[in-house]
């Protein structure tokens, strides 16, 4: 059974601040998605990342995925208090057969 | 398009009672799952199904039946309900595999005395 781990668990940080949040496994991923989910609702879908080294950009957030596809992080630019909400990563395992979600990352930006 | 709908958005049960959650789509997609999502826990998979009359177990299927028998609805029900099944309950739909985007419904909040 493979395992996602999310650090930190809660993030709280002033408007304007950057940040990083981390996604990590000891097992291969053939692909990573982070989704964001807001109180009462369900997570939606920001990224999907499918090669090691591979970087995304969504205008103020920037995703990666390791060389080695078995982490990947979040860094957020100058973030702004619609940025709160849980941060969730998901994977694929190898052989496209498992499919799990992290824990998550609750991120609080403070006008 | 309304994407995932679920229905209810909110139950209040006593242990041994039974109840069915509704999860509707109206994308056309193949794949539909129920998760459910518990504090510091993430979403852990319940059932799917990857199409009209198929279902499968996931990661916590103990305690729950499934069934599609239409491609747009996907039912999940509790035969017995259980403290242990507090929790808040999303389905999601997907177009093909599970690497393809999962479209997520607004989710039902169970409460089980």
């Known amino acids: 059974t493979q395992l996602l781990e999310q650090s930190p668990q809660f993030l709280s940080i002033q408007e304007g601040e950057n940040l990083t949040v981390y996604c990590n496994s000891s097992s291969v991923f053939s692909s990573l998605q982070w989704y964001r989910q807001e109180p009462g609702e369900g997570p939606v879908l920001l990224v999907t990342?499918?090669?090691?080294?591979e970087v995304k950009k969504l205008k103020r957030l920037t995703f990666q995925f390791g060389d080695a596809r078995k982490d990947s992080s979040l860094h957020i630019t100058a973030a702004q208090p619609g940025d709160t909400g849980l941060y969730l990563c998901a994977g694929n395992d190898n052989y496209g057969q498992n499919f799990v979600f992290g824990p998550g990352t609750r991120l609080s930006v403070l006008p | 398009n309304a994407g995932v709908t679920q229905t209810p958005k909110f139950r209040v049960l006593k242990t041994g009672q039974s109840m069915t959650l509704l999860c509707a789509q109206d994308?056309?997609?193949?794949?539909m799952y129920w998760y459910r999502q518990d504090p510091g826990m993430g979403l852990r998979l319940i059932h799917y199904s990857v199409g009209e009359g198929t279902t499968a177990k996931g990661e916590v299927p103990d305690g729950y039946n499934v069934s599609r028998l239409k491609k747009q609805n996907f039912l999940l029900g509790l035969e017995s309900a259980a403290p242990s099944q507090t929790s808040v309950y999303f389905c999601?739909?997907?177009?093909?595999?599970?690497?393809?985007?999962?479209?997520f419904g607004p989710g039902t909040r169970l409460l089980v005395l």
């Open positions: 994308m056309n997609h193949e794949y």
């Open positions: 990342v499918v090669t090691g080294g």
């Open positions: 999601a739909s997907s177009l093909d595999r599970y690497q393809e985007t999962q479209y």
